[in-house]
Each structure stands twice: as C-alpha cells, then as structure tokens.
C-alpha cells in the first residue's frame, strides 16, 4: 500500500514540477486586492473579484468585476463589466466598446462617451445629457425584479400559515379539551 501511495506521490510532484504557469503580459487579475492603474499606467485586460479597479490611467482591453466598483477617470479602450457592484465614470472619461452593469449603480459624469451599447440590469443610472452612447440603452430597474420575489415571498407565507393552521386544528380535534387533572 505504501508503495503505491509513493508512486502516486511521485507521478503527482512530476505533473506539478512540469506544470507552467499562466502569464500574460500587462493583465491584473485580483483576487481580494484592488486594482490600481496610475495615471499614464497602462493595463490590458483587468479581472477582479471581491476587490475594486480604478483606472486613473488607461486599460487596453475588458475590465471585470465581480463583487466590487469600477472607477474609470480616462479611458478604457474595449468594455467594462461588474456584477454586484457599481460603475462611475468621471467627466470627460471614455468607454470604447459596451458598459455592462448587474445589480449595482452606474454614475456616469460629464460628456463620457460610451461606444457602443450601455445595460444596467437591476440597477440603477445616473448620467446627465450630455453622456453620448453609441449603440442601445438597456435599463432594468431593481424593482422589476423585487416586486415578483415580494409577491412569491408573501404567498409562501400565506401558504405556510395555513398549513400550520390546519396542522394545529388536527391537533386539537385528537385532543381531549379541557385535558382531564392528572390522577394522583
């Protein structure tokens, strides 16, 4: 039994000594710790979870974003996405391709562009007219979906309620009232 754990042991540190790790030049990817591009720093591609990226500089490719914001103070040249955080855009700033934003905030400052289309889902917008879009609106307010989980929520309330209701009346039909004293 040993010497086969041992084998097992060996080809395994064999497959992990001949393993290469991933690497791409320029990309950021974050897990827990934010991004941070600087002024007249460049990144390519930008992936964050649970963390924050702020592009003070310029990102070449995506940014994305799971459980965190997204600042972009110039440009990002390809598109932005976050899910379950916000976006904000300071003025002047540029997105090339699409902005994409689920279940959080997009604040977008004066005279951004945005390339192509723009899509908020269950979230909200903030951005004065002078935000130029290229391609589609698509906004999805939050209460468009709240309203439906609400009335399925007060319906499953309803639904317990009367079965603990007629559980409680079975109950007390099998049960002698008032119960007898007990005999000494």
């Given at each position: 039994m040993s010497r086969r754990?041992?084998?097992?042991?060996?080809?395994?540190?064999?497959?992990?000594?001949?393993?290469?790790?991933a690497h791409a030049d320029r990309d950021a990817v974050q897990f827990f710790s934010d991004i941070n591009v600087p002024p007249g720093a460049t990144v390519h591609d930008a992936v964050c979870f649970f963390c924050s990226v702020n592009v003070e500089g310029?990102?070449?490719?995506?940014?994305?974003?799971?459980?965190?914001?997204?600042?972009?103070?110039?440009?990002?040249?390809?598109?932005?996405?976050?899910f379950f955080g916000n976006v904000r855009a300071d003025d002047n700033a540029t997105i090339s391709h699409d902005l994409?934003?689920?279940?959080?905030?997009?604040?977008?400052?004066?005279?951004?562009?945005?390339?192509?289309?723009m899509v908020a889902m269950f979230s909200g917008v903030s951005?004065?007219?002078?935000?130029?879009?290229?391609?589609?609106?698509?906004?999805?307010?939050g209460w468009v979906l709240l309203i439906p989980l609400c009335i399925l929520?007060?319906?499953?309330?309803?639904?317990?309620?009367?079965?603990?209701?007629?559980?409680?009346?079975?109950?007390?039909?099998?049960y002698p009232f008032p119960p007898p004293p007990p005999h000494l």
């Open positions: 754990l041992f084998t097992c042991l060996l080809v395994a540190g064999a497959f992990a000594l001949a393993a290469l790790p310029t990102a070449d490719n995506d940014i994305v974003v799971f459980f965190g914001n997204v600042h972009i103070a110039s440009h990002a040249n390809h598109d932005v996405v976050s994409v934003n689920f279940f959080g905030m997009i604040r977008l400052g004066h005279n951004v562009s945005v390339g192509n289309d951005a004065p007219g002078s935000v130029s879009v290229g391609g589609d609106r698509v906004f999805q307010p929520g007060c319906l499953f309330y309803f639904l317990v309620s009367v079965v603990r209701n007629y559980r409680y009346r079975q109950m007390m039909a099998n």
